[in-house]
């Protein structure tokens, strides 16, 4: 049959199109293929499994494809991968080719959600790209109640210990928890305080509950929606535990601990506070072991629970006996004998540097004092840090927020040096890590890190330098002074740069002739606050860690308030501390400029704060002539609760002069008004005081039969009357602690009336005077306390001794000495008055001993060596002493007069021309003593200071206010020179003189302090 053409070209094109359409398919399956070849590489989070955070747990996340060689797995250097919300600081690595690991440094936060963000550029080994970011949400628990026992009982007052997984705050624990009887009665307890349990995990409440009576036990109920402090995870539903009561001392537990490089101890608990000082001759230990006993502030706070501390040997068993009789303070005593076996594991493997500091010499011997236990094939890793970098490295050092190592992606590796191998098992090791050969030639910053096989070892930060730095910081402005560590010469044309903790250059500048530069910081205050100081010096380079290197002088606090030297400043204060909603806190500002100045009238904006932070309302109101304003701040009766912050400044202004606070409460006023009546005046020897509670009932009659106490508490107190301002008074070598006297419980009578009387002792000898501090109280019905306060004067002898010192202070020139009978009322005595005047030199003998942390401290004793005794009549309260020194050094003179005990004393000085060489007490070889001629300084006047320094060497004397006024060096040969200076009328007020000395570097054997500083006030 033949075909029509039509016919066949049509199942031609059929068939033509057929093979199109196949081949479309095979590229497309091909194109889809190729596709799902280079998709994405994906991560998943394997552990924790549900999310739930626990402990130190750390993050794992799987990925469907390697995603680094062998080279990289293992390395802490990931920065920039993950970022944590809230931040926690931990190390993240790649465990394995296709595993990322986060561990954290610390426990996750309890009661917190976290968010972990994975984020790239990130590439598989096969080229596939990690499609980033990927959030993962986790979670600690709630806030969980997890029990409660007994720490102590006694009579119906019981202390308990109520254990969470985090920290409840007051408030919140007093609105949350209750503390009930089997049959749901409620107590009445309050909350004495919190404390870690023992591995310090969870968190501890003390109770303290009353009207315990015959219970067996407690139950304490937690209510839904509590919260704890670190995370706002709130309990999920009410929870309840019961705490069994026992009124008979039981022995529960007893716990070794072992540590690295401190004694063991063992943890023995009991369910009531034991008596201290009998408990440990009902203790003994096999094999006999000297032990001390202390309470083990954990899991009960203190109350029950007891660290049994000696030298306990890792490895070892001990039996642990505590025999019949051992009593608790309330008075119950243990029946019978228990003995208890614990076992000491080997002691954790670690590794540390026992050396804090961070800097080394470049001529020294460059080591490093460390220590290991049980620490497999240790050994220490050095890289240099980048100078470029110091900066950054510094700062990530100090950061919380810092995943990895610091120092990771900022150094290279130099060297890795063998410590130990296999150390004899619980044997502390203590050596040296010669970096010398490591380092040799090398200067700058290294990280150095000791690993093992099974402990996290320890990192230190280390510069190998000749450059010394020493800072003196203002809020302006920045004195550096910069010397050789080796010489103690100064170093000229040294770069100083200063560096914000945002790594943001704020100032740099080149050192004089003397080592020293001046760097203002006004113009940087935008970049942030002063973190770093990096020096370089050609090669040489150094730094100064300003957040961690502050040094502590004798004399600090003169500039704990902000230095006012422009503008103003208020002090504001309120007529109550506590108010209800409703009522009017009436509050007052003193506004003064510099020197105290009162300011001429302005007007001024009072701004309330509510408990939030935010603002709740503004006050106008203008100064008056008096530099004062008063505001009237009514609370409405719908006003919330909690503490309201007030700030005072000018209409518009953003730097407030002076604020306060007060407290927005419900709460009952009191229902008692208490007065406390004294006698009037100074009270003399052998008087005593009789003092008198008057309570009375708010609405008019008095409150007769409520009980009240009174309380007594002596302090010592200076004696400086008007007019005698020149003369020192008293003997400062008698010491007085204060003393406090509970002088009982009475009920008041029907007047409500109750009288107490006191009297200190006839054989309390204070330096000077004593101050009676009263304390008069009054319980309402309910039990709530009603105070008043009242103080007095004791003068415990018929008149005072006074000595106003004269002369130059100098060697071999003749000093006078004014003395002074004075009576209490600042009179002079009227009669005549022998007085015995002596005069010692003082030295000092001094020990080099090695302490319990193995560093040496110097052990000094002070001699007196009598210089000679002489009778001084004072006339009409008056006399005068002479006396010439024969040497330079240190002197005390006193004066007594031994028919009434009555004594003055006081240190004086005698220097020379140049400098000399006294005895000082090497404790406080790191102290410079400054010993000005005078008290104060008035404007204009000369300052003679006597500097006594533990060592020669070279000294940077700057007179301070709020910034560096004036400036010298000076070289100390000896230890003992006088200093000379102006004080400026410029300068005042807030004058201080500050010395800091050093010296060259001495043999690596010869470490010891190579710093001291002082400091005295002028004006």
């Known amino acids: 049959m033949t075909s029509n053409p039509a016919q066949r070209n049509r199942w031609f094109a059929i068939a033509v199109l057929f093979l199109i359409v196949n081949t479309l398919g095979v590229i497309l399956l091909l194109a889809r293929f190729e596709c799902g070849a280079k998709t994405g590489a994906r991560a998943e989070l394997i552990s924790p499994a549900k999310g739930r955070l626990e402990g130190r747990e750390p993050l794992r996340w799987w990925f469907d494809a390697d995603m680094v060689g062998a080279s990289e797995t293992g390395r802490a250097d990931q920065a920039g991968l ?104 409620i107590l009445a307890g309050s909350l004495e305080g919190a404390y870690p349990d023992e591995d310090g995990t969870n968190v501890c409440l003390r109770f303290s509950v009353q009207g315990i009576s015959t219970q067996a036990a407690v139950v304490v109920v937690a209510r839904k929606g509590m919260r704890g402090s670190s995370g706002p995870l709130a309990m999920e539903s009410d929870m309840r535990v019961e705490a069994p009561l026992s009124r008979e001392l039981v022995f529960e537990q007893a716990v ?484 406090t006297v509970d002088l009982g419980a009475m009920r008041a009578d029907a007047e409500g009336e109750a009288e107490f009387v006191s009297a200190p002792l006839p054989h309390w000898r204070p330096a000077a005077a004593l101050r009676a501090v009263i304390s008069g109280t009054v319980l309402e019905p309910g039990g709530r306390a009603v105070t008043a306060n009242a103080d007095r004067h004791f003068d415990p002898g018929p008149f005072y001794l006074g000595i106003r010192p004269g002369g130059d202070g100098m060697v071999q020139k003749e000093r006078v000495f004014d003395l002074a009978a004075v009576l209490p009322d600042g009179a002079a005595v009227s009669n005549s008055v022998e007085v015995r005047v002596v005069v010692e030199k003082i030295a000092w003998a001094s020990v080099l001993r090695r302490g319990a942390d193995g560093n040496n401290e110097y052990v000094s004793e002070q001699k007196l060596t009598p210089l000679g005794t002489n009778a001084v009549q004072l006339e009409k309260g008056r006399g005068r002493f002479r006396y010439t020194p024969p040497a330079t050094g240190a002197y005390l003179l006193s004066v007594v007069e031994p028919s009434n005990s009555v004594s003055a004393s006081l240190v004086f000085n005698a220097g020379s021309s140049g400098q000399a060489w006294n005895d000082t007490p090497l404790e406080s070889i790191d102290v410079v003593e400054l010993s000005p001629d005078k008290q104060l300084y008035g404007a204009g006047e000369t300052a003679t200071i006597t500097i006594q320094a533990p060592f020669p060497g070279e000294a940077l004397l700057t007179l301070e206010s709020d910034r560096v006024l004036h400036r010298e060096i000076i070289s100390i040969t000896n230890n003992t020179v006088r200093w000379q200076g102006v004080i400026r009328p410029e300068y005042s007020p807030n004058v201080h003189c500050t010395v800091a000395l050093i010296r060259p570097a001495g043999a690596p054997e010869d470490w010891t302090r190579y710093r001291a500083a002082g400091r005295a006030i002028l004006a």
């Open 82 to 185: 993950l970022t944590m919300s809230p931040a926690v600081n931990g190390e993240l690595a790649w465990t394995r080719s296709d595993e990322l690991t986060f561990q954290p440094s610390n426990r996750w936060p309890p009661c917190t959600e976290l968010n972990a963000i994975l984020s790239g550029p990130l590439r598989s080994l096969d080229g596939r790209l990690f499609s980033s970011p990927q959030l993962f949400r986790l979670a600690t628990a709630p806030l969980t109640l997890l029990g409660a026992r007994q720490t102590d009982l006694r009579n119906d007052s019981l202390k308990l210990s109520v254990v969470f997984n985090d920290l409840v705050s007051g408030p919140e624990a007093a609105e949350g928890i209750s503390i009930q009887t089997p049959d749901g009665a």
């Open 256 to 739: 070794p601990q072992t540590e690295s490089f401190e004694d063991g101890a063992v943890r023995a608990v009991f369910n009531h506070a034991l008596d201290l000082a009998s408990a440990p001759a009902f203790i003994s230990v096999a094999p006999a072991v000297p032990f001390t006993i202390e309470p083990s502030y954990g899991y009960s706070g203190g109350a029950g629970a007891y660290l049994l501390r000696g030298r306990f040997k890792p490895g070892a068993s001990y039996a642990i006996t505590f025999r019949r009789g051992l009593k608790s303070e309330s008075g119950l005593a243990l029946k019978e004998n228990v003995t208890r076996t614990v076992y000491f594991e080997n002691a954790p493997a670690a590794a540390e540097f026992r050396a804090a500091g961070q800097y080394a010499s470049s001529r020294g011997g460059r080591r490093l004092p460390l220590r290991l236990i049980n620490a497999r094939n240790c050994r220490a890793i050095i890289r240099r840090i980048y100078p470029d970098n110091l900066p950054i490295m510094v700062n990530l050092q100090n950061s919380t927020h810092y995943y990895g190592a610091p120092g990771d992606g900022l150094s290279r590796p130099v060297a890795e040096i063998p410590v130990a191998g296999e150390p004899p098992v619980n044997r502390v090791v203590e050596q040296t890590l010669e970096l010398g050969p490591a380092l040799d030639g090398l200067q700058g910053a290294f990280s150095v890190e000791l690993v093992s096989d099974n402990c996290t070892g320890a990192r230190t930060l280390l510069v190998v330098s000749d450059s010394g730095i020493l800072v003196k910081r203002s809020k302006n402005d920045l004195l550096a002074w910069v010397n050789s560590i080796k010489t103690a010469a100064p170093i000229p044309n040294a770069t100083v740069q200063v560096w914000s903790a945002e790594n943001q250059l704020l100032a740099s500048g080149p050192t004089d002739s003397k080592g020293l530069v001046l760097l203002p910081l006004d113009s940087a205050k935008d970049f942030g606050t002063p973190s770093v100081i990096v020096v370089r010096n050609g090669e040489d380079i150094s730094f100064l860690d300003l957040q961690e290197s502050r040094i502590v002088i004798k004399g600090d606090g003169a500039g704990a308030r902000e230095y006012l030297s422009q503008a103003y400043e208020a002090y504001l204060f309120t007529d109550r501390g506590i108010y209800r909603p409703g009522e009017t806190a009436h509050v007052k500002a003193v506004v003064r400029g510099r020197d105290a100045a009162c300011p001429k009238p302005f007007p001024v904006q009072l701004t309330v704060f509510r408990p939030d932070g935010r603002k709740d309302k503004s006050l106008s109101g203008m100064l008056n002539e008096f530099g004062t304003a008063e505001f009237e701040m009514a609370w409405p009766i719908f006003a919330g609760t909690g503490r309201y912050a007030m700030e005072l400044d000018i209409p518009g202004g953003s730097n407030a002069m002076g604020s306060t606070s007060v407290q927005v409460e419900d709460f009952v006023p009191p229902q008692v008004r208490v007065r406390l009546r004294a006698p009037p005046g100074r009270l003399g020897p052998g008087k005593r005081v009789t003092m008198a509670i008057q309570a009375d009932h708010l609405f008019g009659s008095p409150a007769a039969g409520l009980t009240a106490q009174a309380r007594v508490t002596f302090v010592p107190a200076p004696f400086q009357p008007e007019g005698w301002s020149q003369y020192r008074f008293g003997d400062p070598r008698l010491a007085f602690s204060p003393m």
